[in-house]
């Protein structure tokens, strides 16, 4: 049947990288539990994992009965909303190294947040509603979320091993924005329920290609380059990192592997964007041999917690871990 497509590569922000193609695979292919027990991405077509998201949750559709609370909204000045970690803007793990919020958290209802994005202008600040699906939201979007396929999604969970489902995010994406590339600690089933995403993505072993901040800073899990400008000499391995893509569209449930780096984008000239996900512990991690890169990465972060740990100031762990290498370990 012919592909009808909703979106053009004009919609599309250019990076200098490029990108094979993340699979998609109907939802009864057999191959789609290879991929999660291999840690690898794939996107879910055809399921009824989100069905009712996908058939009723427009924005109008959410602006009637997301409820009557406010929702947490992200306020940028860019069409980058780099997550940040508040509670490790203390001074022990700065100390003097300057640390500017990148974006600002407020409480706004749906309807001015819808009405806001309406009315935007070039050099408005850009918003990215987040909301927990909990007992605060109003009871259609309960009677939806309750119609998840949640046997489909439990029984991944248990042949993987996961740990238990920590959390589902409902989040409202103005048109263009970026969650710029991090890795999170869990397993994720990321569902589009509205609009077109693109999603890149880069497997753990592209650490040295992604430079994470330090583990204790407030963009702890989030690359350090900015790729719409990256710095090449303050990131020579950028240009070797092997990404892959896709465009998800209303339906799809993209699986994100705990630990993979993830680029997500709201198409531009696309509309609003609305997205579920469903995020896993990642079940118990046993040392096996030989490491997974994923462990390799998890046993860094360790080893940068406990250096701050016991030389209480940021500034010398740089210096201690250079001083432990260099000249010894190349
Ligand atoms: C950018 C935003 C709103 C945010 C601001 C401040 C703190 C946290 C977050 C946060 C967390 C998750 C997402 C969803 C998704 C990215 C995407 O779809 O944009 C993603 O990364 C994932 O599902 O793992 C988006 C956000
Ligand atoms: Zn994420």
Same mark, same amino acid.
């Given at each position: 049947m012919c592909e009808e +497509?909703?979106?053009? =590569? =004009?919609? *599309?922000?250019? @990076? /200098? *990288?490029?990108?094979?193609?993340i699979p998609r695979i109907h939802y009864t292919d057999p191959k789609i539990d290879e991929l999660i027990s291999a840690n690898k991405p794939v996107v879910i077509t055809g399921s009824n994992i989100i069905k009712t998201a996908r058939d009723h949750w427009t924005p109008e559709y959410l602006e009637q009965n997301l409820g009557v609370a406010g929702h947490t909204v992200f306020s940028s000045k860019t069409h980058k909303f780099k @997550?940040?970690? /508040? =509670? +490790? $803007? =203390? +001074?022990?793990? *700065?100390?003097? $190294?300057e640390f500017i919020p990148p974006t600002r958290k407020c409480k706004m209802r749906m309807g001015e947040f819808m009405k806001k994005l309406r009315e935007w202008k070039p050099g408005n600040d850009r918003l990215y509603l987040q909301q927990p699906l909990n007992n605060t939201v109003g009871p259609l979007i309960v009677e939806d979320f309750a119609h998840f396929d949640w046997e489909y999604v439990n029984k991944r969970q248990a042949k993987h091993n996961w740990g238990p489902l920590t959390s589902n995010l409902l989040l409202i994406s103005q048109e263009g924005n970026v969650t710029p590339c991090h890795y999170d600690e869990q397993q994720n089933f990321f569902g589009q329920a509205y609009g077109y995403k693109r999603c890149i993505l880069f497997p753990p072993s592209d650490f040295e290609c992604l430079y994470p901040h330090p583990v204790f800073h407030p963009h702890d899990r989030q690359s350090m380059v900015d790729f719409d400008r990256p710095d090449y000499v303050k990131f020579p391995k950028f240009g070797n990192a092997k990404g892959c893509e896709t465009v998800v569209e209303p339906g799809d449930v993209l699986y994100i592997p705990i630990y993979w780096w993830h680029h997500i984008e709201s198409l531009m000239r696309g509309g609003p964007t609305v997205s579920v996900n469903f995020w896993f512990k990642g079940g118990p991690t046993s040392l096996s041999y030989p490491l997974k890169d994923h462990q390799k990465v998890s046993i860094t972060r360790n080893v940068e917690k406990m250096l701050l740990e016991v030389l209480q100031d940021p500034k010398e762990v740089g210096p201690l871990l250079r001083s432990m290498v260099m000249g010894r370990y190349s």
């Open positions: +497509k909703h979106w053009n =590569s =004009s919609q *599309l922000r250019r @990076y /200098d *990288l490029q990108f094979e193609q @997550y940040f970690d /508040d =509670s +490790k $803007i =203390s +001074k022990n793990n *700065l100390n003097g $190294i």
